[in-house]
């Protein structure tokens, strides 16, 4: 059973949301809040697999939420996704950057809208190769800081191709396929990476990727 929670200002958002999660055998929502300082309290509580977080509330917005949640150490299995009524935002890059998994746009479709939850779930980025693309163009078009160059020193040589390939939006599988070793060769390398970088998931791992340097908007 995924167990899931929800934090959205609009009673209205949070109770459509609600129904569908409900009407699924493998989805349960065990709570729900309307500001972000109710919604961390919650999680903290519950501890659930993934917490849904509207990007734009009173009080504690979705932002400074997501923070507090991926700031915890008790809290490492929660899956943050935040989400938004306007596409890709500046909100929506300082909260995946904060440590949000991904984002959902609120006129999302009902199926991929439970195809999402169950995604974050199992622990992969919701950022699809046009997303990865977007962030680059908006956002990472700048020089890389040295600080951020330095960081991919640690890493091998077939770490730095994973996250190479894990920017561009292939999962474990099509890594493993590209790079010619097993799916759990994949999933180590990236795993090591993340470990190594101090990213909490796959998203921060493409952030991590772009701002280093290490792909960049010609490469994709």
Request: charged fraction near 25%.
């Amino acid at each position: 059973m995924i167990r899931v929670l929800l934090v959205d200002d609009q009673p209205l958002i949070r109770s459509g949301f609600r129904a569908l999660l409900d009407n699924e055998d493998d989805l349960e929502v065990v709570a729900e809040a309307g500001d972000g300082h109710e919604g961390v309290a919650l999680v903290r509580r519950h501890r659930p697999d993934v917490a849904l977080l509207d990007v734009r509330m009173p009080r504690v917005d979705g932002i400074e939420a997501t923070r507090r949640i991926t700031a915890d150490p008790a809290l490492t299995e929660v899956h943050v996704v935040v989400l938004t009524n306007y596409g890709l935002d500046e909100y929506v890059f300082e909260a995946l950057r904060a440590g949000a998994a991904g984002f959902l746009v609120k006129d999302i479709l009902p199926e991929d809208f439970l195809h999402a939850v169950r995604v974050a779930a199992r622990g992969d980025a919701l950022l699809a190769p046009s997303i990865t693309r977007k962030l680059i163009d908006r956002y990472v078009t700048q020089a890389p800081p040295g600080d951020a160059r330095a960081a991919l020193t640690g890493l091998t040589a077939r770490e730095r191709e994973a996250v190479t390939l894990v920017a561009r939006g292939l999962s474990n599988d099509q890594i493993a396929v590209r790079m010619v070793i097993s799916p759990v060769t994949a999933k180590t390398h990236v795993n090591r990476a993340m470990t190594k970088l101090h990213a909490r998931d796959r998203a921060q791992l493409v952030i991590i990727a772009y701002e280093s340097g290490l792909v960049t908007a010609r490469g994709v």
